[in-house]
Nanobody, 125 residues
Framework: QLQLVESGGGLVQPGGSLRLSCAAS????????VGWFRQAPGKEREGVSC????????FYTDAVKGRFTISRDKNGNTVYLQLNDLKPEDTGIYSC??????????????????WGQGTQVTVSS
């Protein structure tokens, strides 16, 4: 059974950077599309980014395009999300989850499974 664990969150000033990690165990992450999601206080969870199977494309919500980069470390069975030029509106709990086939539904998180516990990102001066 696939299990995911996120790490790398923290408190950072506006304009700063963080790298989030989504580490897998149980199954190899190459067989899944992997999405990153965030939930801000009082708001619904939203899809932030997704990477397809076999690096079959990387997708980003408009709010993070040009600032966030998703990637895979195949040897380490980990998916990363590099967060640059962070803004206060990026604050939230960031979670990763896997889809057995594609990134098509990452914006709604429909059919994504094996959710991790999340890691807190706080952007504040």
């Amino acid at each position: 059974q696939l299990q995911l664990v996120e790490s790398g969150g923290g408190l950072v000033q506006p304009g700063g950077s963080l790298r989030l990690s989504c580490a897998a165990s149980g199954r190899h992450l190459d067989y899944y599309a992997v999405g990153w999601f965030r939930q801000a206080p009082g708001k619904e969870r939203e899809g932030v980014s997704c990477i397809g199977i076999d690096d079959g494309g990387a997708f980003y919500t408009d709010a993070v395009k040009g600032r966030f980069t998703i990637s895979r470390d195949k040897n380490g069975n980990t998916v990363y999300l590099q967060l640059n030029d962070l803004k206060p509106e990026d604050t939230g709990i960031y979670s990763c989850a896997a889809h057995w086939f594609s990134c098509d539904t990452y914006e709604s998180s429909r059919d994504f499974n094996s959710w991790g516990q999340g890691t807190q990102v706080t952007v504040s001066s």
